[in-house]
């Protein structure tokens, strides 16, 4: 069959993204016999245009869509992706009469209020290579595809179906043989643009933090790749487009213990010079772990520590407490690494001390950056959820496509002006839901110039700091934005 496969991602902050996800499912279906081509408008001026036209040129017989992102999950600067969404599907059904598959992260999140919302044909919740090879396979035989795991047929439209469960694909064995298939997409460009290539190399999470929403996606088992097989894409990777930096895009790459150790041996044991960043959790950092991650290449690792408070950790089901998270920052410090803390203010239960406590450890740990989130986003099926349902503090149709956010009444008045204030002291914070990460322009001028690797890296500058401290040189005390197509609960 002809396969045209669309990424509608045109979200250039913090960076443009190669769309990885879309690449393996590229991998997927030409493995399958059938012939494909590409459409990613993540770049051109006039991309429903140019999809228009492609369309026409290629004839598709089955047109796979993927949305990555819901909305930017920061508050009160929301930015809401639906209805660039529905543009781009509502231009595919006016020129073709090809069905339109939904997949990706952000359909995963929410699949049956997006068949509803943008009146899809079919979708996939979950990962998609298998279940999409088989629905192709499906539609080529005229069979109906509703029983294949993870496939969300167009009878979920239907306000009856609305107790529907997904039960997604997740094979064990999702790597073997399967390499994304790049070459289609412009990945050089996303290096130059972006500042960095991308890499998996594993699925699922197997802690339970309350908000999140990866080990629903991924699952909540680790299905990890082979060290050596994870070295060689590096390599090729790094001998096809030159050398240039990779992020891990692993939920956790540090966990569990071997894994990253695996990875960084191999990478020694080749003695190839990488640049590579990677997301990560205070558990069971160690000196070791951090030295020798260094050592391997690693020059930036996001700590996803969340609070820096005992008690908020629990609330938030961290496996960790605030001195687990103290000692890992200081491990990776001290081992060269530069340390970005993304910290979530405002969850239940926070109050103006327990702010204080985290933002008092943070002065005293000194990362290199903090991303500071105002407010929690609320998705469907996370614990988080599901308590503020049961406690009647919100109904289950508050949380959907509409980017919904909680914050807990204790704090809500005091927070974005406190944050704010730190944010000034410190210089190297970034405060996503209150002011632009960065100026699209600077981030430009930035990659122009040749910077690659996450930007945050660069907040331990004083030149950077004095740009953002100037953003905040007279807090904003209140909210200050319209309240438009997001609610707070
Ligand atoms: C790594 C990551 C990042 C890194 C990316 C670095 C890099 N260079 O790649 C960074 C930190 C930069 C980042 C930034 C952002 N991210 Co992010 N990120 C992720 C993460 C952890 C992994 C994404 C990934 O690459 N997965 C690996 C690929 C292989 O999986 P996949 O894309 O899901 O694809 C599979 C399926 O979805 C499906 N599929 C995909 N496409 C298609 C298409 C079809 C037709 C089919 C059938 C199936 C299908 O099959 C694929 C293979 O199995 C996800 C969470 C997660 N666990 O998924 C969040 C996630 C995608 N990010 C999210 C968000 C919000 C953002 C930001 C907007 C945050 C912000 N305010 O800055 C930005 C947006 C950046 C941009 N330009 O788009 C959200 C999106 C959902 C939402 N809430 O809207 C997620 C899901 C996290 C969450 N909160 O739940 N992110
Ligand atoms: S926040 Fe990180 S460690 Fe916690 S469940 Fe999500 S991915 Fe796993």
Known sequence: ????????????????????????????????????????????????????????????????????????????LTVDYLALHREVVDTLHAVSNAPVVLGGSGFSILPLA???????????????????????????????????????SPKSNTAASLNITIQPQRPANWAEGLRPLRSPFDYARYIRRGGTGNIQTKRGCVFKCSYCTYPLLEGNRFRAREAVDIVDEVENLQREYGPHPLFFVDSILNFPRGHVEAICEEILRRGLDLRWSCYATPVKLDRHQAQLMARAGCEGIELGTDAVDDEQLARLGKSFNAEVAERANRYCMEAGLRVCQTIIFGAPGETESSMRTSCHALRKMNPTAVVAMTGVRLYPGTPLSQALIDDGKVKPDDIGLLPTFYIDPAVSDFLPGFLQQQAHEAGNWVLPGLVEPIL??????????????????????????????????????????????????
């Not at 899809?120 to 029983?147: H, K, T």
């Open 440 to 489: 699209p322009g600077s981030q430009r001028i930035l990659r122009g110039l040749g910077v690659s690797g996450p930007l945050w890296r660069l907040l331990h500058k004083p030149w950077m700091q004095r740009l953002y401290r100037g953003n905040f040189k007279r807090p904003n005390t209140s909210w200050g934005v319209p309240n438009a197509s997001k609610k707070l609960v």
């Open 114 to 152: 997006y068949m509803r919302e943008l009146d899809g044909d079919w979708g996939i919740a979950g990962e998609g290579e298998r279940a999409f090879v088989a629905l192709l396979q499906a539609l080529e035989q005229g069979l109906d595809p509703s029983s294949i795991a993870g496939v969300v």
């Open 1 to 76: 069959m002809r396969v045209l496969l669309v990424s509608a991602n045109r979200e250039h902050l913090p960076d443009p993204i190669f769309p990885l996800g879309l690449a393996y499912i590229a991998a997927a279906v030409s493995d399958a016999g059938h012939e494909i081509d590409v459409a990613d408008l993540c770049f051109g001026r006039k991309p429903l245009d140019d999809l228009r036209n492609q369309v026409a040129r290629f004839q598709p017989q089955v047109i796979g869509l993927s949305l990555r992102n819901v909305d930017n999950a920061a508050y009160p």
